[in-house]
């Protein structure tokens, strides 16, 4: 098991590494709106939520799977996850172009 990869925030871009592909996204879960930059990249190379675990793909800004609670619970919650999951379908996150320039991530 790889130990997960940090990310961190660029003005308005989550950014950081992914399969060792740098990127930059959106900062806001479509779940309840977490700073994704918060977050941080799993051994599936997915940015995940720091708030309730939503997990994106990177490169598409598509929820792959859905929160794991809401509010202040952490737990299962099978038919909330899937609605979520259904509603973030239309709503990816934004893809921004980034870019390394002396050992930092930026976006253009």
């Not at 992914?18 to 309840?32: E, L, M, N, P």
């Not at 793909?57 to 794991?68: E, F, K, L, S």
């Amino acid at each position: 098991m790889t130990d997960p990869i940090p990310v961190h925030r660029e003005g308005n871009w989550a950014v950081g590494t992914s399969r060792g592909a740098d990127f930059a996204v959106s900062r806001r879960c479509r779940h309840q709106l977490a700073d994704l930059s918060k977050g941080r990249v799993d051994a599936d190379g997915c940015l995940v939520c720091p708030w309730h675990a939503s997990r994106y793909d990177v490169r598409t800004g598509a929820m792959v799977d859905g929160p794991q609670g809401f509010f202040g619970y952490r737990g299962p919650t099978p038919g909330y996850s899937a609605l979520v999951l259904a509603y973030a379908r239309h709503l990816r996150l934004r893809i921004g172009r980034a870019v390394r320039r002396g050992g930092r991530i930026t976006v253009e």
